[in-house]
């Protein structure tokens, strides 16, 4: 796309690629605060501040705030697609740990930002187009010269990336299935507390080692809606149909879990000590609603139109005759 950039003015974004992201030879755009998940394809993100190189299973996060408008394109170097998340109130952070201490999750010295870098090029004529993002419009000016000409800079708000595989798991060792919120890498807050505008939550490798648990995430409805995505590998809840680059919405308080295929498997396997490897699945979790576009619901031609279905083979397996017995050291 030539000489471009592009700024958002409207949120920040948090990106992570798989194909197709973005637009050849770069472009700039102003946006609220930008979440970038990678799936297939490296991402080379030039901005005012430096460039980050983010790879698949790494995410970046470009944010914004009055005045600062954060200039950037990205270059990609073959087949590239993944998923960016904007948020519009609010700004992504780290969790509050809790009674878990000081460390754990995502640690802050794994964040990597750019350091400086600038090019003193001008173009003849007015060649470069910077492209700007304003309350979901985008508009287009031009200028002679490069806007990556800051030659330094210091302070606390600048674009960073994280590797997913330097988050530190924390999960159940005895029994029973822990909140997905354990799973938490970023969360933007609301002035509400414990109520987030968005949670980026991750599934990755893991052990799984509960004794009498369906190990699976459970069947359950939710007061927040789910945006699922995955990166890489199978997805523990539904192994089959969910591809790679794909993803799933379950809107707010919608019943949803494991498939019959997984549950059948769940339900009757050796619970012994399992490694869940090769995996990378994610959540974009809201206590807001999320609207499908037109192009999701019908341009792209790619809605799983029979995805209830996989839930239809499901069985009633109450017994209300059951008992557990005395050997069991339950009290009747």
Same mark, same amino acid.
């Given at each position: 796309?030539?000489?471009?950039?592009?700024?958002?003015?409207?949120? /920040?974004? #948090?990106?992570?690629?798989? &194909?197709?992201?973005?637009?050849?030879?770069?472009?700039?755009?102003? !946006?609220?605060?930008? +979440?970038?998940?990678?799936?297939?394809?490296?991402? +080379?993100?030039?901005?005012?501040?430096?460039?980050?190189?983010?790879?698949?299973? *790494?995410?970046?996060?470009?944010?914004?705030?009055?005045?600062?408008?954060?200039?950037?394109?990205?270059?990609?170097?073959?087949?590239?697609?993944?998923?960016?998340?904007?948020?519009?109130?609010?700004?992504?952070?780290?969790?509050? !740990?809790?009674?878990?201490?000081?460390?754990?999750? $995502?640690?802050?010295?794994?964040?990597?930002?750019?350091?400086?870098?600038?090019?003193?090029?001008?173009?003849?004529?007015?060649?470069?187009?910077?492209?700007?993002?304003?309350?979901?419009? #985008?508009? =287009?000016?031009?200028?002679?010269?490069?806007?990556?000409?800051?030659?330094?800079?210091?302070?606390?708000?600048?674009?960073?990336?994280?590797?997913?595989?330097? @988050?530190?798991?924390?999960?159940?060792?005895?029994?029973?299935? =822990? /909140?997905?919120?354990? @799973?938490?890498? #970023?969360?933007?807050?609301?002035?509400?507390?414990?109520?987030? =505008?968005?949670?980026?939550?991750?599934?990755?490798?893991?052990?799984?080692?509960?004794?009498?648990?369906?190990?699976?995430?459970?069947?359950?409805?939710?007061?927040?809606?789910?945006?699922?995505?995955?990166?890489?590998?199978?997805? *523990?809840?539904?192994?089959?149909?969910?591809?790679?680059?794909?993803?799933? !919405?379950?809107?707010?308080?919608?019943?949803?879990?494991?498939?019959?295929?997984?549950?059948?498997?769940?339900?009757?396997?050796? %619970?012994?000590?399992?490694? !869940?490897?090769?995996?990378?699945? @994610?959540?974009? *979790?809201? &206590?807001?609603?999320?609207?499908?576009?037109?192009?999701?619901?019908?341009?792209?031609?790619? %809605?799983?139109?029979?995805?209830?279905?996989?839930?239809?083979? %499901?069985?009633?397996? @109450?017994?209300?005759?059951?008992?557990? $017995?005395?050997?069991?050291?339950?009290?009747?």
């Amino acid at each position: 796309m030539g000489d471009r950039c592009f700024y958002n003015s409207d949120g /920040d974004f #948090l990106i992570g690629a798989q &194909s197709p992201v973005w637009c050849g030879a770069g472009c700039g755009i102003n !946006l609220a605060p930008f +979440h970038i998940v990678p799936q297939l394809g490296a991402l +080379h993100i030039v901005s005012e501040f430096g460039q980050l190189y983010v790879k698949p299973n *790494e995410i970046v996060i470009i944010p914004v705030s009055a005045p600062i408008r954060i200039r950037f394109t990205v270059n990609v170097f073959g087949p590239t697609r993944g998923y960016i998340l904007e948020v519009f109130n609010g700004h992504f952070q780290l969790p509050n !740990l809790g009674p878990i201490g000081a460390n754990g999750l $995502a640690n802050p010295r794994d964040f990597l930002s750019p350091v400086a870098w600038y090019e003193d090029r001008e173009l003849p004529g007015n060649d470069y187009t910077v492209i700007s993002k304003f309350q979901g419009k #985008l508009f =287009a000016a031009k200028q002679k010269n490069s806007p990556f000409d800051v030659v330094a800079w210091h302070g606390n708000y600048y674009p960073y990336k994280y590797d997913l595989k330097n @988050f530190m798991v924390i999960n159940a060792v005895a029994f029973d299935h =822990a /909140d997905p919120s354990i @799973f938490t890498v #970023l969360t933007c807050p609301t002035t509400k507390p414990g109520v987030a =505008a968005a949670d980026f939550v991750i599934f990755p490798p893991r052990w799984c080692v509960q004794e009498h648990t369906f190990r699976p995430p459970y069947f359950h409805r939710n007061c927040m809606s789910e945006f699922m995505g995955l990166i890489q590998g199978v997805y *523990e809840a539904k192994e089959g149909g969910f591809n790679l680059g794909g993803a799933t !919405l379950h809107s707010m308080m919608t019943p949803h879990g494991p498939d019959n295929a997984v549950f059948v498997k769940a339900s009757t396997a050796e %619970l012994k000590p399992v490694k !869940l490897d090769g995996t990378m699945a @994610f959540m974009f *979790e809201s &206590s807001f609603s999320m609207a499908v576009t037109e192009w999701g619901g019908r341009t792209c031609n790619k %809605l799983d139109a029979e995805y209830h279905k996989c839930w239809q083979p %499901l069985k009633s397996h @109450f017994d209300p005759n059951w008992k557990p $017995a005395p050997s069991d050291g339950y009290v009747l």
